[in-house]
């Protein structure tokens, strides 16, 4: 599904929703988006706790060749991870206000002057004061049929365009994703 519209502060925006099927699925959207988005890129990351926001992450990380093993970084609040084919930074703002979040200068990880170009993941971005000019949102959700069942572990992924460059092109179907 794929809408356009006017996002907040005029900005034009597109959205597209994924279905997820499982945790593994998440992995492979992660995978996705580490294969083929470039340096310089800013996603924030929208969710509940439990969501998949740091599977997603792993995702990327796998994808752009990390072999660390990638935490969810809410007590160091940053990892920063440079061994794959750009720079990973991951961010977590879960116990900040966005007062504290804004103390921190987060848009030097995307600006290009202090810290080499590459893939900025932020969790908990609500809390962040200041956005980059083009940025790339995706909201996780637990589908309402995975909270009913006991065994089902389903998301629903929108992935939103927030700026005058795209991040999301091409994305894959769901059936895809399993292949991935």
Do not use: C
Not at 31 to 40: D, I, K, N
Not at 60 to 83: H, K, N, Q, V
Not at 85 to 102: K, Q
């Amino acid at each position: 599904m794929n809408e356009t519209g006017r996002g907040a502060e005029g900005m034009s925006t597109t959205a597209s929703v994924i279905s997820l099927a499982d945790a593994d699925a998440t992995l492979a959207l992660g995978e996705f988006l580490g294969r083929s988005l470039p340096p310089g890129t800013v996603l924030l990351l929208h969710g509940n706790l439990g969501s998949g926001k740091t599977t997603l992450v792993q995702g990327i990380g796998r994808a752009l060749g990390i072999t660390d093993p990638i935490l969810s970084p809410t007590f160091t609040l940053i990892s920063e991870y440079y061994e794959g084919r750009i720079p990973l930074y991951h961010l977590d703002l879960y116990r900040l206000t966005s007062e504290e979040a804004a103390n921190l200068y987060l848009e030097t990880y995307w600006d290009g002057n202090e810290y080499p170009p590459g893939l900025v993941a932020i969790e908990w971005a609500e809390r962040l004061a200041e956005r980059p000019e083009s940025y790339g949102e995706i909201e996780l959700v637990i589908s309402s049929e995975a909270a009913k069942s006991t065994t089902s572990a389903g998301r629903q992924a929108t992935l939103i365009n927030n700026g005058p460059t795209p991040t999301f092109t091409n994305l894959p179907s769901v059936s895809k994703l399993h292949k991935a």
